[in-house]
């Protein structure tokens, strides 16, 4: 594994612990990185709308944007996926709309 891959997965876990704590600001670079495919990561609209979405839940004007932005590419049916997987994210880590 080269150092970009190490240092892409060591993103991703950092992003997501502070994600699982409620961290709009994590959401948000979680979404940055399915949107662009930052780090190696695989482009994934789905996964990208759901975490913009958790940022915007959290307050975060950005998410809203970028979720705006990005639903602009998807169909209704993957947007009702990624909402659908916002919601199962949230009652699975127990974190809360502020």
């Not at 958790?54 to 049916?77: H, K, N």
């Amino acid at each position: 594994m080269g150092n970009s891959s190490k240092s892409a997965q060591f993103l991703m876990e950092s992003r997501l612990s502070h994600a699982t704590s409620g961290s709009a600001e994590a959401c948000f670079d979680l979404g940055v990185v399915y949107s662009c495919g930052t780090g190696g990561m695989p482009v994934d609209l789905v996964e990208a709308h759901k975490w913009f979405n958790l940022a915007a839940l959290r307050g975060s004007e950005e998410g809203q944007s970028m979720r705006a932005e990005i639903a602009e590419e998807m169909t209704a049916r993957q947007i009702a996926e990624a909402q659908r997987q916002a919601r199962a994210w949230m009652v699975t880590t127990q974190i809360g709309v502020a």
